[in-house]
């Protein structure tokens, strides 16, 4: 894509309070060449020559170079800013050169980085005139581009050449390459994509059922090593995290160890059913889930009993002072607290070690009840959590639908639907709360920006298109549907089109400044 333009855009100041060094202040008229004939010698400048300054994007790279038509046997600077893409940065390593293809063969005039990082400086001097196929080419050890700035007359002497006529910049904001590399800054290209009719809504991250663990005391006692987790570190179901010494003067007669085991043993068979039970009749919305998280009480601490009467039973383990209980992860899992250490006396029931496995997270997300008879057509969804990139919950990425409630919240006046699914990176955690978008129906075919892009100016929405290197267009568009990151634009921007995403508040300062600075920076 290329986008020609007059190096002479009206430049408008900046409010930006950012600190760049001096060379911002710099004049472009290098891209002009002095007259031939040396017309300063005869008490007169030089008129600047017609110049030229197109943004080319090839490789994942964009250019913006400025320079004076081209004339035989005169030279004819270029300034050429060459940016990454992906990172808008500028870049700082290999060669550039320019490339005259014509009649009378290829020519070639290369430069290296300046010392404005991202400026290459070549200074090409056709030999003979006529028509021309002009490239810029950038080579270095991580990779090259090719730049196609198309076919270029080169004038047979500098008369001719003044009168040539060249693209005039229609107005706009300056935002200078210099500016752009040292800030946070970014732009996408305007394009169609398949964009997802939908609501927002609000969710929260849970554990899948079965996959979080609470480790009680099951009596007072002294907590004993030699080992103890760390807040973070991955366990497995059945390691040993840490022992539990009885306090002193419990019963452990051997008749008294089997009663005990026994009850023990009943109150968690009991406690397990009733905990699967209340698990499937939360899945058809039968019970609140207020329900199952009481069963997951009673069942972690029937465990917890049951583990301590085992023990006892068996006579598994010696620690200091008498018999130590093996307190072990019900669950595989990251440990999310951890109470206390070796020597560190606790009460009976008192949570040691909370256990999560966060390889496999729910959302529930609390859908208004306006939407929920849209809900029999979900798509996927969007989840985005301070913090943490947004994820993309889709069946075809191995996320599942499970289904909505039967009941709207009396005071929220929501319904939960609720999402399985993988999270291999570990980014999301039990309790993230965070915004949803969720896509309904089928996608349709529409011209789409990132969400990122849109300012809102007193109750308009505006985005900033980059018409040249350095320049900036605002526009006012019309918004269609809302798909995650992702919004339709029904107006105002024309697909090929590049809009800020990245630090467009910084080109809305210096559209609003009102102050017009000296033109041009270092070259």
């Known amino acids: 894509m290329i986008s020609a333009t007059s190096s002479r855009p009206i430049a408008w100041g900046l409010a930006l309070g950012l600190t760049l060094t001096g060379t911002l202040a710099c004049n472009r008229k290098e891209v002009a060449d002095e007259h031939a004939h040396g017309a300063a010698a005869h008490g007169h ?38 940016t990454h893409l992906e990172g808008f940065q500028a870049v700082k390593d290999g060669r550039a050169e320019v490339i005259l293809t014509g009649a009378g063969g ?29 490239r810029i080419v950038w080579k270095s050890p991580k990779g090259q581009a090719t730049f196609d700035l198309g076919k270029h007359m080169v004038y047979s002497d500098l008369a001719t050449a003044m009168k040539a006529q060249v693209p005039e910049a229609e107005g706009g904001i300056s935002f200078l390459k210099e500016q752009q590399w040292n800030v946070h800054f ?29 480790v009680l005391a099951p009596v007072a006692g002294r907590l004993d090593g030699p080992t103890f987790p760390n807040v973070g570190q991955t366990v497995k179901q059945g390691q040993r995290l840490a ?23 009943l109150r968690h068979e009991q406690t397990t059913a009733n905990l699967a039970r209340m698990k499937s009749l939360l899945e058809q919305d039968a019970v609140p889930k207020r329900r199952v998280e009481e069963a997951t009480r009673e069942a972690a601490m029937a465990d917890a ?38 020597g560190i006396q606790v009460a009976e029931g008192q949570e040691l070690f909370h256990i999560v ?57 929501t319904v939960p639907f609720l999402v399985e699914f ?8 039990v309790g993230h ?74 080109v809305r300062l210096a559209a609003s400044s009102g102050k017009v600075p000296e033109h041009g920076h270092a070259h």
């Open 45 to 82: 400048e030089a008129p600047e020559r017609p110049s030229l300054a197109p943004t080319i994007y090839a490789d994942g790279m964009e250019l913006f170079v400025e320079y004076a038509v081209l004339v035989a046997g005169e030279t004819s600077n270029f300034g050429a800013h060459l």
């Open 422 to 429: 993988a999270n291999p990176t570990g980014a999301l955690k």
């Open 305 to 342: 009993e049951f583990k301590v009467a085992q023990a006892r039973k068996d006579e598994a383990t010696l620690g200091k002072g008498g018999l130590a209980i093996a307190l072990t992860a019900p669950v595989s899992g990251v440990v999310s607290t951890a109470n206390g250490g070796p």
């Open 433 to 506: 709360t965070g915004k949803v978008f969720v896509r309904v129906g089928s996608p349709s075919q529409g011209l789409a920006i990132p969400a990122s892009a849109l300012q809102d100016e007193d109750g308009l929405s505006v985005v900033y298109v980059q018409a040249g290197g350095e320049r900036f267009l605002r526009r006012i568009v019309q918004i269609g549907a809302r798909d995650g990151d992702w919004v339709q634009v029904l107006g105002g921007v024309q697909p090929g089109e590049r809009v800020v995403t990245l630090g467009a508040h910084l």
């Open 106 to 134: 290829e020519q070639r005039f290369g430069g290296e980085v300046s010392a404005t990082p991202g400026i290459f400086r070549m200074a090409p001097k056709p030999k003979t005139a006529g028509e021309v196929q002009v």
């Open 243 to 265: 022992g539990l010494v009885p306090k002193a003067g419990l019963d452990l007669s051997q008749g008294t160890v089997q009663l005990d085991f026994e009850r023990a043993r």
């Open 186 to 214: 970014g732009t996408t290209e305007a394009k169609p994509r398949p964009l997802y009719q939908g609501f927002e809504a609000y969710g929260a991250i849970q554990a899948v059922p079965g996959g979080e663990g609470r």
């Open 357 to 413: 496995d966060i390889r496999r997270l729910r959302l529930e997300v609390q859908v208004p009840e306006a939407q929920a008879g849209r809900l029999a057509k979900v798509a996927s969804v969007w989840f985005q959590a301070p913090g943490v990139p947004a994820m993309l919950l889709d069946p075809s990425q191995g996320a599942r639908m499970l289904g909505q409630g039967g009941a709207i919240h009396p005071e929220r006046r």
